[in-house]
């Protein structure tokens, strides 16, 4: 009797185990049908009703630039007189410099300054040598900012010659700042140049000067003819309907990142470690708390989870729009087969005469065309282009949850429970319409249920 209760007991036991070894295994051993499965089961993310979306603003988009003035207490400083001319320094990658520029007309307007043409980086890091006329239509640009801050493509006699007297902003942030420290230097020399701070408190701006902002960003950057040829090239021939996703998984991401990744080719490892330079890895547990912040760029295996646990299709046309030197793609396309890239699209001519500019301008360019845009990372790109999809009324827009892919890999979640958890979290976001648009030239408009 002891012995039969005995066995009982260590069969149990025995099954219970085995039962929780099946149900906690690595998600990796389940059975792709039974991811399939769960999968299947849900709708495809974009079909959510959504609740809140934003719009342009009316006090920006429907009032004239006369109008915005009306009734504020400094109209001196409101009239469109010339105090000098300014001139924006940009640096760094096309939509990095993109956003300073917006922020220097928007400082423009705060100093009623003439804008000069910005000057754009020359980087070999950034294979560029492209300036702003190359990318922009100027004509177009100094058209559509008529009336909201004055531009001129040269300047005076007097100053033609003379490079402009750089002026630090580095601290500066709203009216005041600009108007008590950096107003002296424009009256004193006439001609300055300025790089904005990136942490500008455009919230601090008086409507006049977040007007102008809105109308350099949304409406005043058209592309030049040529580019835009190029980028209507690419969108006739991405097979309808078609995703953008901008992939940030290249090797000076992750080095700058600072963040472990295990089970990488070696091939991947050794370009990561060549552009890490003096940065560490965090490992331990300062690299678990580091990734659970949400701080680990997204790996294509990682981010064709998340698509497969949003119930997009497999078949699904994906545009790449991600820079030269993406690592472990294979790992996305083995599963997502039908991915486009520019250089798969471009002739070769026409893929190796461009530059970094160029290249970054058709992915924007064919992003806020898309059907949706998934975005990994939530870089300067990813917010101009939610920003004009937004402007255009296109909402099919999402944010991957890095920091929550994290937390729920390291609670344990796996398989369908993952699945299921990172559906919730993004259909959350889908729904508020979290990230879509920024606040400086946006409101939020509820839908009616």
């Keep these: ?239 309808k309907p078609f995703l953008s996703l901008h992939l940030r998984f290249e090797p000076d991401m992750v080095a700058y990142s600072q963040c472990e990744y295990s089970g990488l080719s070696p091939s991947s490892v050794q370009s990561i470690e060549a552009a890490r330079g003096e940065r560490k890895t965090y490992t331990g547990e300062q690299a678990r708390y580091w990734r659970n912040r949400g701080k680990c760029p997204l790996t294509p295996n990682e981010t064709r989870i998340i698509l497969q646990a949003l119930a997009i299709p497999t078949n699904t046309s994906i545009y790449l729009a991600a820079g030269d030197g993406l690592m472990e793609l294979e790992s996305l396309t083995s599963v997502y087969t039908n991915v486009f890239t520019k250089s798969t699209l471009l002739s070769d001519e026409d893929f190796k005469n461009m530059h970094g500019n160029t290249k970054a301008a058709l992915d924007y360019y064919v992003s806020i065309s898309s059907d949706s845009y998934v975005a990994t990372y939530f870089g300067n790109m990813d917010k101009m282009v939610a920003a004009m999809r937004a402007f255009k009324g296109l909402y099919k827009t999402l944010f991957l949850r890095r920091r929550a892919f994290a937390e729920l890999c390291s609670k344990g979640f796996h398989g369908n429970l993952l699945m299921d958890a990172l559906y919730k979290v993004h259909k959350d976001d889908f729904v508020m319409g979290v990230g879509s648009a920024l606040p400086d030239c946006f409101c939020e408009f509820k839908l009616r249920g």
């Design 1 to 239: 009797m002891f012995v039969g209760k005995t066995l009982l007991i260590v069969t149990l036991i025995f099954f219970s185990l085995f039962l929780a070894l099946f149900l906690f295994s690595p998600a990796s051993q389940f059975p792709q049908e039974s991811l399939n499965s769960s999968i299947s089961e849900k709708a495809e993310i974009w079909t959510v009703r959504r609740i809140m979306e934003w719009r342009p603003c009316d006090w920006w988009l429907k009032g004239k630039p006369a109008d915005i003035c009306n009734g504020f207490l400094m109209m001196q400083l409101c009239q469109l007189r010339s105090n000098g001319y300014l001139r924006v320094d940009c640096y760094g990658g096309l939509n990095q410099m993109r956003r300073d520029f917006c922020d220097g007309v928007g400082i423009a307007r705060l100093l009623n300054a003439t804008l000069v043409l910005p000057k754009f980086e020359v980087a070999a890091y950034w294979n560029e040598s492209s300036g702003f006329g190359d990318v922009f239509d100027v004509d177009y640009f100094i058209e559509q900012m008529n009336g909201f801050v004055q531009v001129v493509k040269e300047l005076p006699a007097e100053l033609a010659s003379k490079e402009p007297i750089q002026v630090d902003c580095s601290k500066r942030k709203g009216l005041f700042d600009y108007v008590e420290t950096v107003l002296p230097s424009l009256l004193e020399h006439h001609y300055i140049s300025i790089t904005p701070a990136m942490s500008q408190r455009r919230d601090r701006y008086p409507q006049y000067a977040k007007a102008a902002l809105c109308q350099v960003c949304y409406k005043a950057l058209r592309l030049t003819s040529a580019l835009e040829k190029k980028g209507s090239e690419l969108l006739q021939a991405i097979p």
